[in-house]
């Protein structure tokens, strides 16, 4: 298949802000009702929103965009001369922190989509649970565009972080920042983990290389983290004998693929490192699931966010 049009891409090659937007409504109602009001603790999947008696103060840590200026540590602001905020024992069960991959490997897909269209898919899924379900909700992404947006709670938070994906993706991306490992990009963005922020790292877990597995340690320590990984078919299983179109750097070649033997080859050089990386999630006993290019992701969104969704099954 050849895309020949920006309009063809839309949805394939690159996602939009309008299919984002719209996977809120894929979400059960009795979430998105009231997404916009003050959240009371129901069925383990509502967090509140009050702050009330009895919260242990967690830590003090620079102050962001979005923090409750109500929570300022006012002494500790005095004595290093810029604004810090205190950070309270709840706080890390109504944050979460999507880590985004966007590094070339992402950009690729053989069923309905590219990885990373299907990673902002899920990134988005996050995005609108946290929202719906009270929780203070940021993104930052690695690869091709190196976004932050800081949390926000509710519909503007939520569709903030949509616009900021979506307008960078369609945009002509001109030099690519320096190309980081898996382990170098999670080493970057550690200091946005702190006081247990709930973290979702969505990447399909190409360049595992040695620090891979320190940064995860690490990252454990601070946070409550979950792994979603986002891989194409061919990744994931053999692909059925034929020949198959495969673009790099704008160029078209046909992979030939039609003994067992090229098949088993292929699979193992593409699949290596997702596998590699499942097995090192599973001795740390790091919560992660799987996902082609091809299915609605909220079941395993939600299942890393622990949160539980009538009728809808991991």
């Known amino acids: 298949m050849t895309i020949t049009t920006m309009q063809a891409a839309q949805g394939i090659t690159h996602a939009t802000r309008d299919e984002l937007?719209?996977?809120?409504?894929?979400?059960?109602?009795?979430?998105?009702?009231?997404?916009?009001?003050?959240?009371?603790?129901?069925?383990?999947?509502?967090?509140?929103?009050?702050?009330?008696?009895?919260?242990?103060?967690?830590?003090?840590?620079?102050?962001?965009?979005?923090?409750?200026?109500?929570?300022?540590?006012?002494?500790?602001?005095?004595?290093?001369?810029?604004?810090?905020?205190?950070?309270?024992?709840?706080?890390?069960?109504?944050?979460?922190l999507v880590l985004l991959d966007d590094r070339d490997t992402m950009h690729f897909g053989t069923r309905r989509r590219f990885k990373s269209v299907q990673a902002a898919r899920a990134a988005a899924l996050a995005v609108w649970l946290a929202a719906a379900t009270g929780m203070r909700v940021g993104l930052t992404s690695?690869?091709?565009?190196?976004?932050?947006?800081?949390?926000?709670?509710?519909?503007?938070?939520?569709?903030?972080?949509?616009?900021?994906?979506?307008?960078?993706?369609?945009r002509d991306p001109g030099p690519s920042p320096e190309p980081e490992s898996l382990g170098q990009a999670l080493r970057?963005?550690?200091?946005?983990?702190?006081?247990?922020?709930?973290?979702?790292?969505v990447t399909d877990g190409f360049g595992v290389d040695p620090e891979v597995r320190a940064r995860l340690v690490?990252?454990?320590?601070?946070?409550?983290?979950?792994?979603?990984l986002v891989n194409d078919a061919i990744e994931i299983a053999l692909p059925a004998p034929g020949s198959y179109p495969m673009a790099i750097d704008g160029q078209?070649?046909?992979?030939?693929l039609q003994s067992q033997v090229s098949r088993v080859r292929f699979h193992d050089a593409l699949g290596h490192d997702s596998r590699a990386l499942q097995h090192m999630l599973k001795t740390l006993g790091i919560p992660n699931r799987q996902v082609d290019t091809v299915v609605d992701p909220?079941?395993?969104?939600?299942?890393?966010?622990?949160?539980?969704?009538?009728?809808?099954?991991?």
């Open 21 to 96: 937007i719209a996977l809120r409504r894929i979400l059960p109602r009795k979430l998105t009702a009231p997404l916009d009001r003050v959240h009371s603790v129901q069925a383990g999947a509502h967090v509140s929103m009050q702050r009330g008696r009895g919260m242990d103060y967690l830590e003090s840590r620079a102050y962001q965009p979005g923090d409750d200026v109500r929570r300022l540590d006012w002494r500790l602001t005095a004595r290093s001369g810029r604004l810090h905020t205190k950070v309270f024992q709840e706080d890390h069960e109504r944050r979460l």
């Open 142 to 170: 690695f690869g091709r565009q190196r976004l932050l947006v800081h949390p926000q709670t509710g519909s503007r938070g939520a569709l903030a972080i949509l616009h900021a994906l979506t307008r960078e993706s369609t």
């Open 188 to 201: 970057r963005i550690a200091p946005l983990v702190r006081g247990g922020t709930r973290t979702l790292l």
């Open 218 to 228: 690490a990252l454990r320590r601070h946070a409550r983290l979950g792994v979603l």
């Open 252 to 256: 078209v070649a046909m992979v030939d």
């Open 298 to 314: 909220l079941a395993e969104v939600a299942t890393l966010m622990d949160i539980s969704l009538p009728g809808v099954r991991a």
